[in-house]
């Protein structure tokens, strides 16, 4: 086939055509995901609620976006095709059938497939898998000769293809991913840390309390300044994906003057606030609020190498223990305060955590009064009511979330 009508499947294919997205998102935190799909994909013809994230019906254009500016998703899978089978030699036969260079460059790496079987005839997913690299490979020689290992070749694992399976009681559905790293990965930090949380939580957090940067800040545990930064980014309009790539760049539909239109228009919103910082980052450890700062330097100096006002300034960061932070000495107003405290489960143990949110609770009570809080814990039993005076607590809500494989508790309320 010539280069030009491949280039018109193409734009018939994937570029113009309306097609199915699913937006992976850590399931948990109520943080308004499908208001938050509605605000982002305003051309969109259908954002819907799903288990695990949401669904979109849309063009390549609203997939961009999607990844650009969602500050709660981990992937945005773009859906290539479904159908039954029961039998290897029907997989087999409706893999062949996709016309896979549509979706990858005839030279790029063999992308790693992700395969889940639930319910089906065919569950082994390593064999799945197998059928699936082989419809690529006789598809796309070029790229099977390359060999499986995408760094190998010197790619960049944020513009990885992935391909993703799922059968669901024989029913199959064939995605492709348009994320690559996934989203929690904003590309600003400087890296290290014990513990981080992941900037799709804090973000999920942060939506969930209703954040939108009018009052001050505190994340007075900030390790690694997840909440800071994502605080800051809401603060100032930033878009999520700005410091990124993405898979998607390495699609045949991929038009690269389009893609720095959007980016461009996006970042022509970045606002950020005038006079002191509002945000307060704060903790124990030097050498983290050194790296923090260090992000910052790094944040500033991408600003200005792009051209873009500078936002990140508006985290103000020092070493302070918890214990010894008064929130007048911050500001004269109330604000939302974030607490990650270290898990007990993997960086001490209960009773020591016991302790320390016994001490965290007194301090709120104490010094912390109408403060919109967050508080993290690695098990329930450390924010519920006391049992010993049966005292409600200032909880207004507990939800539960997966950090890193863990099963997290969040408190949310208004300390009284
Ligand atoms: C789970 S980590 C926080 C991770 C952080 N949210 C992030 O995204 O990187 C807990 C942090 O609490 C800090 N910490 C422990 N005790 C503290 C205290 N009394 N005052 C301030 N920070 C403390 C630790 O140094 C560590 O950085």
Known sequence: MTSNALEKRIKRHVTGRVRDYFVIMNP???SGAVAEGEAILT????VVPALGGL????????????NLFFRTATRV???????RSERFDRLEKKLFEIPWELYLKPDSPLPEISVTA??????????????????????LPAASGMGKGADQNGEDSELRQRIFVRALEDHFTVSIDSSGEPLYKRGIKVTGGKAPLRETIGAAILRSLGYTGDGPLVDPMCGTGTFSLEGAMIAAH?????????AFERWPAHVPRRWESDRAEAASVIRPQSGLPRIFASDLDGAACNRLQETIAKINLLSDADGHPRWADAIGVGRVDF????????TAEKGTLLLNPPYGLRMGDLKKSRQMYAEIFGRLLSDWKGWQVALIAPDKRLILPDPENGKPLFRERIQSFSHGGLKVFLLTGIVK
Do not use: N
């Not at 390549?60 to 999607?66: G, Q, S, V, W, Y």
């Not at 930033?238 to 990124?244: F, H, N, S, T």
């Not at 214990?323 to 911050?330: A, C, H």
């Open 323 to 330: 214990f010894d932070l008064l929130p007048k000495d911050l």
């Open 28 to 30: 948990g935190i109520d």
């Open 118 to 139: 639930r319910r089906s005839r065919l569950y082994h997913s390593d064999a799945v898998a197998d059928r699936v690299r082989a419809a690529i490979a006789d598809a």
């Open 77 to 83: 899978l773009m859906r290539i095709e479904t159908f």
């Open 238 to 246: 930033v878009p999520a994906g700005l410091y990124r790539r993405f």
């Open 55 to 66: 669904e979109f019906t849309g063009k390549l254009t609203d997939c961009r976006r999607a």
């Open 43 to 46: 051309d969109a013809e259908r």
